[in-house]
């Protein structure tokens, strides 16, 4: 009968998972376990199926809040260089899920190519951002995708390609996959214009939102023809505090985890907006954030 002991020299217990995440607030997972391998990724995930143990799957975090109680069963990590290598042939990019997206957007321009850099000031990994289809107003990661490998939940390797693939505002068909690798197809552009394109974007997303600060990033996705920051905003919430966590005062739609924060303090200010915009506006915000 396999076990997670089987996976001891990867597997910490109890491990706290506040300093993975950017809000750096949450209680610990019961087991934490770092794959080395994209072959003992799927063993991990194998494991957990036949013992009945369920998994979450951690990248960078910066779209997560962790329950103060923390996370009962697995929680995987994907990190290292086997899981986050970058390969350029020609105007397509082969990437790691576990690869930072300021990464594969930094090596994409050093060689040339264009489209990605819509994505700058995006935080995270490249699986996070392809799962929820990261974006922002230049574009989102999903319309430079040519094909996504991931483990189904029994630990099988599958490829999806061209019309198996499927983007929307936020959302995306993958979140039955764990994502290993995507391949990205871009354009041969001018690496200076490219550069100063990229300038000008970071210094519109730094003046605008609190990128220096401890954030989940947007807390909300915006309802259709809407923003959620200026419904937050107009319902007169900015700079709103619960114990250590606030509303920003620069973006309504980020809350700020102060140094003593808790997650139920960050709760607490969700649904706050939530019930303020609802009462308000008469508007429904849904959440853009993962809550475990």
């Not at 899920?97 to 850099?117: D, R, V, Y």
């Not at 200076?192 to 210094?203: C, D, Q």
């Not at 980020?254 to 709760?267: M, P, R």
């Not at 706050?272 to 915009?277: E, G, N, P, Y």
Request: aromatic share 6%; hydrophobic share 40%; net charge negative.
């Amino acid at each position: 009968m396999p076990s997670l002991d089987d996976f001891s020299d990867i597997t910490r217990r109890n491990e706290p998972l506040a300093p993975y995440t950017y809000m750096k607030v949450g209680g610990p997972a019961q087991y934490f376990v770092t794959p080395r391998s994209r072959e003992e990724l799927g063993q991990v995930i194998q494991t957990c199926r036949e013992t009945e143990i369920p998994y979450l799957v951690l990248g960078g975090g910066c779209n997560l809040l962790v329950g103060d109680q923390g996370v009962s069963g697995v929680v995987i990590h994907l990190e290292g260089d086997a899981l986050s290598q970058i390969e350029i042939d020609g105007t397509q990019v082969t990437v790691g899920a576990a690869a930072t997206l300021s990464h594969l957007i930094s090596n994409s321009i050093k060689a040339g190519l264009q489209g990605l850099e819509v994505l700058v000031g995006i935080p995270g990994t490249v699986g996070g951002a392809l799962r929820g289809n990261a974006g922002g107003s230049g574009g989102d990661i999903g319309q430079f995708v040519a094909s996504v490998t991931g483990l189904t939940a029994s630990g099988e390797q599958v490829t999806r390609r061209d019309d198996e693939l499927s983007f929307g505002y936020r959302e995306s068909n993958l979140r039955d996959l764990l994502i290993v690798e995507a391949v990205f197809e871009l354009q041969q552009g001018d690496i200076e214009e490219m550069t100063r394109r990229l300038r000008k974007l970071w210094i519109m997303k730094k003046a605008t939102q609190p990128l220096t600060v401890q954030s989940a990033g947007c807390i909300f996705k915006n309802p259709r023809g809407m923003s959620a920051g200026l419904l937050i905003d107009q319902a007169g919430l900015k700079s709103t505090r619960i114990g250590n966590a606030e509303i920003s005062d620069r973006h309504a739609n980020f809350i700020i985890a102060h140094e003593g924060a808790s997650s139920s303090d960050v709760l607490r200010l969700i649904d706050l907006a939530r019930s303020k915009v609802s009462e308000q506006f008469g508007v429904d915000l849904e959440l853009e954030i993962e809550i475990w």
